[in-house]
């Protein structure tokens, strides 16, 4: 069965350094997204991403955040430069086009620790 | 305030109890996912449910979206240990057209013992 993967697994960095997190969505899919999920809370949305160009993004997805979408499959997060708050856990996620019902496919995530 | 309100927050019960969580919002979806999380791991996609009055089971699993599309609710019969952890729904923004953004519930925390 097709799935979201998501590497690394664990990352762990100092305050100030850059990071880029890896998706691979189902290869069917044309929507991406991100989302995050600080420990304890709800998970939180981060950023939509179609036809190569952010189509939404909350008040979360700064300056210091980006996506891109590098080759046919791959789907990146940056985040820039690193501050304490954003360690938390990273999901990817992927769904159909417009004749969809909304389901997301999600990764196992990104656990992303900032010293 | 939340859009999606989930109740109770947490529960736990015996292993072979029913179990009823709920989802309630004054806000009409077009759709709602039921998701289960364990601590560490993504939200895995247990059903969506689409149209009003819908009731859909997986296994001793039972998702009913209300009639107006307002509510949803998840019984689980014969609760198992392997049925510990959290459950949200999430729908698309009810407040944007075509956008995807998944609006989420904080969840229901189940423990079942043993």
């Known amino acids: 069965e097709p799935e979201v993967t998501q590497t690394p697994s664990h990352q762990v960095t100092q305050m100030g350094q850059e990071v880029i997190l890896r998706c691979v969505p189902i290869s069917n899919h044309l929507y991406f997204y991100w989302y995050r999920q600080i420990l304890g809370q709800k998970v939180e949305f981060l950023v939509s991403?179609?036809?190569?160009?952010?189509?939404?993004k909350s008040e979360i997805f700064d300056d210091q955040f980006s996506v891109e979408r590098p080759d046919g499959s791959n789907f990146t997060l940056k985040i820039r430069s690193t501050k304490l708050e954003d360690s938390a856990m990273y999901f990817c996620a992927s769904s159909e086009g417009l004749a969809g019902s909304g389901e997301q496919f999600f990764g196992p995530g990104t656990r992303l620790t900032v010293l | 305030t939340q859009l999606l309100e989930q109740s109770p927050q947490f529960l736990s019960i015996q292993e072979g109890e029913n179990l009823t969580v709920y989802c309630n919002s004054s806000?009409?979806?077009?759709?709602l996912q039921w998701y289960r999380q364990e601590p560490g791991e993504g939200p895995v996609l247990l059903v969506t449910v689409v149209t009003g009055g819908e009731v859909k089971k997986l296994k001793r699993l039972t998702f009913q979206f209300g009639d107006a599309r307002k509510d949803s609710s998840l019984h689980i019969t014969a609760a198992q240990p392997g049925d510990t952890g959290l459950y949200l729904c999430?729908?698309?923004?009810?407040?944007?057209?075509?956008?995807?953004?998944?609006?989420w519930g904080l969840g229901t925390s189940l423990a079942v013992n043993p």
């Open positions: 991403f179609y036809n190569n160009e952010i189509s939404e």
């Open positions: 999430a729908g698309p923004n009810p407040n944007a057209g075509n956008n995807r953004k998944l609006i």
């Open positions: 806000s009409v979806f077009s759709s």
